[in-house]
């Protein structure tokens, strides 16, 4: 089991109340990050290429423009709008970067990169990820790993025969307000009680499939080279089977991956319920509904994950872990995120004094039980994570990948870990084709 | 007339559309649904209420401290320091800022590191002026890109974009004011956005003093860019009119309206355009 963590520097980047940044160091200590740190500013910055420049890549280029001690070399798709867009794009924000066609282009010309950052179709990224890894590149790669399990479990073999650095971008595992709440409020000071359940859930509002400007296709002999029927699976390939895993692999990867994260053990069974009742031109399920039992120590906590593309109800996205002291309700958007005390629960009135929460008032002690003052209706106490995080989302992540090339971190998500949330994530997929519950061993999601 | 087909996205705390004409609908979602996702990308990055976003990091500076910048949020904040310059300080990022700082806080853009410097004070800007502009700029580029030039583009009402006319069309009919204003003008390729008390009531500072300043209840401003008549509006509702009139004369791309009971008037060397 991995037990995310960032290093000084990271830390020392991201704000958290006062307080509570001792709290924070103490939490996760990287004692060579400050050497390490002041030896990054004098050698050669990493050099990196960012292989697919789609929606998702787009999100990661934003982050990469920002990240100090790396060198962005190149940008890599097989779509020449999106390419030299990207290129003019990067040049006038002061990044002289090439732009290559496809990863083999890359790799027959680019020999003093570093590392890669991988965004392509989830059915790319095994055969993309191995040949970096091949190369001698350390790899960051997009979840899902792949859109099959074997692909997933080359990616990991491929990782250990080589012995280079295979990050996948599960970005919430290097969030700060996560390995807080993690590691400080449910395993040290176990706030929550027993956790008995989990949800989560990412819901999204009809949309139109994505399209592409005129004059803009791709050749239809380059299209069917790289596996696309047409230039609307190549635009929205998530939706089709044999590119991508649907909804499910798309939005529910990150959250089920906090079910395994958070519980520190994958699920022992699965069973889900979804359909193609909206799209007539997909092939994944629109609207899929799962529970995962979770063996815990104290007993099984069971949780409910539901992805729909149909409506954006339901308040966000968010995962929310359920005990029987108290719940906290996490998102990536620190407005939805929430954390209730049960009634029979202690004050956490000393966990506020110790900066592991902050509240939104001091609680009214109860004092004699003989005895009551009477005054004006006092709120009900609001309770908040005393960090904050001033950075992009997938910032943290990136950093922790290159801090990990530079031998001052661990990986927070190397692909063994990834694979064991990338398995079960599969047969939730597998248990709505079957229509029963699939049971699920320790040793299958294994790499 | 050909027909236009509209659409409609929650974004920036307000209501975005686009109105396309000239292009078969299946096509025209596709371009205004790309259209929408630069929009929540500007959002992501410019909004100071998204803990993540640019802007919300800015305000973490500490004096001396840079932040580098993407491509985006940097060229929103240089028409930001062009328009503030403009307009003599009464457009400015940081008006808000004046709430809780006894002096604007100061800032540089160091070009040749893409980045923004924390020269004084707290960086609590608030982009409300300009941001919804600069998204229709933004997307008026991406619309051309997709070969759909005839667009109207608005942003919750106070702001438009737009490109060319409808077929058979001198312009796009746009009002000055309530709706079916009479004082209406035939607009393509420039922008009009209004600032004024009618919604949200006196929430206007003069960033030269910190306190409300509006001297006006409504006014115009008529551009060629959506981010620069977003901002110039507002600034309108604090500057003298004769302060106006010289910087419009300075800029002769720059066209406003004020209102006056009943009657409108304009001051600028811009042309007027047609009254539909």
Known sequence: MVTPSLTRREFLSTTAAAGAGLLLTSCSPDSNSKSAANKASVLNKISIALIGCGAQGQVLLDSLQVIEGIRLVAVVDIWDYNRNSNVRRLKDNGFDVKGYHDYEELLANEKDLQAVVVAVPDFWHAPVTNACLKAGLNVYCEKMMSNTIEGARSMVATMRETGKLLQIGHQRRSNPRYIFALNKLIRDAQIFGRLTAAQAQWNRTVTNDLGFPKHSEIKPEVLAKYGFKDMHQFRNWRWFKGLGGGPLSDLGAHQIDIFNWWFGTPPKSVMASGGLDYYSNHDWYDNAMVIYEFPLAEGVARAFYQVQTTTSAGGGYFEMFMGDKGTIKMSENPSITKLYREDRADSWDDLVAKNYLRASATERPAGDADKVDVRETAPLLQYDIPVSFAKKIHQPHLENFFNAIRGTAKLNCPADEAFRSEYVIHKANEAIAAQKLIAITAQETEA | ?276
């Open chain 2, 1 to 276: 007339m050909s027909e236009i087909h509209v659409f409609y996205h929650s974004a920036m705390a307000t209501q975005f559309q686009v109105r396309l004409a000239g292009e078969e609908k299946a096509y025209a979602a596709q371009a205004a649904q790309a259209a929408f996702t630069l929009v929540d990308d500007l959002e992501n990055k410019l909004s100071r209420f998204r803990a993540n976003s640019e802007i919300s990091q800015i305000a973490q500076l500490k004096v001396g401290e840079k932040l580098r910048l993407t491509g985006p949020v940097l060229a929103c904040l240089r028409l930001a320091q062009k328009i503030e310059f403009a307009t003599r300080g009464a457009f400015s990022l940081s008006a808000a800022a004046l709430k809780t700082q006894p002096t604007k806080p100061l800032w540089s853009l160091i070009e040749c590191e893409f980045s923004l410097r924390c020269d004084s004070g707290k960086l609590e800007f608030d982009l409300g002026a300009i941001g919804k502009g600069f998204a229709l700029d933004g997307m008026a580029e991406l619309l051309r890109e997709w070969s759909c030039p005839e667009f109207l583009l608005v942003a919750g009402g106070s702001s438009i974009l737009a490109g060319d006319a409808p077929a058979d069309n001198a312009g796009w009919s746009c009002g000055l004011g309530e709706d079916n204003s009479p004082q209406r003008l035939l607009l393509k390729n420039c922008s009009l956005s209004g600032s004024g008390l009618a919604v949200k009531g006196q929430h206007i500072l003069d960033p030269r003093t910190g306190l409300p300043g509006t001297l006006r209840h409504r006014a115009w401003a008529l551009t060629d860019s959506a981010a620069e008549s977003d901002a110039l509006s507002t600034a309108c509702m604090i500057l003298r009119e004769d302060e106006i009139s010289e910087i419009t004369t300075k800029n002769e791309g720059w066209l406003v309206f004020l209102q006056e009971k009943e009657n409108w008037r304009h001051l600028g060397l811009r042309p007027m355009p047609p009254v539909a």
